[in-house]
């Protein structure tokens, strides 16, 4: 039987994790494109199904009216805001605004170290 050269097992360790990324890459490729086809597929289909059961001044009609609940919908935001600043002394308001950029920041911090614990596993793994 002949002796393996020099360094074989790492070289083959080594080669090992690239192709299990690599692997990995070219899965998580495939995912994405099936999901991109189901969607496109879904989005066709509704796509389809509204064209043919609503006429072209129909699609405007709904298009307008889509557009003046939005506006709706941001003025009465618009009022609660201002009816908010007025009912409640700034620093209460201020007050409200930081923490809830503290609980953002919170938010986002935990986020960051649960992806910083997951790659620390998976280089364990490797």
């Known amino acids: 039987m002949a002796v393996p050269r020099a360094g074989f ?5 080594t080669s090992l994790v690239v192709r299990k990324q690599r692997e990995q890459k070219k899965q998580a490729w495939r995912v994405f494109w099936i999901f991109s086809g189901v969607a496109s597929g879904v989005m ?3 796509f389809t199904y509204f064209l043919t059961q609503i006429s072209l001044a129909g699609w405007l009609e709904l298009s307008v009216e889509m557009i003046h609940q939005v506006l709706g919908v941001t003025s009465s935001i ?4 201002s009816a908010w600043t007025r009912l409640y002394p700034f620093p209460l308001t ?3 605004v930081l923490l809830f950029l503290l609980s953002l920041l919170g ?6 170290f649960a992806l910083s614990r997951t ?5 364990e793994r490797a």
């Open 107 to 112: 938010l986002i911090a935990l986020w960051l």
């Open 44 to 46: 066709a289909g509704v």
């Open 119 to 123: 790659f620390q596993e998976g280089k």
């Open 94 to 96: 201020l007050f409200m």
């Open 9 to 13: 097992t790492q070289r083959w360790k």
């Open 78 to 81: 618009g009022g609660v805001l």
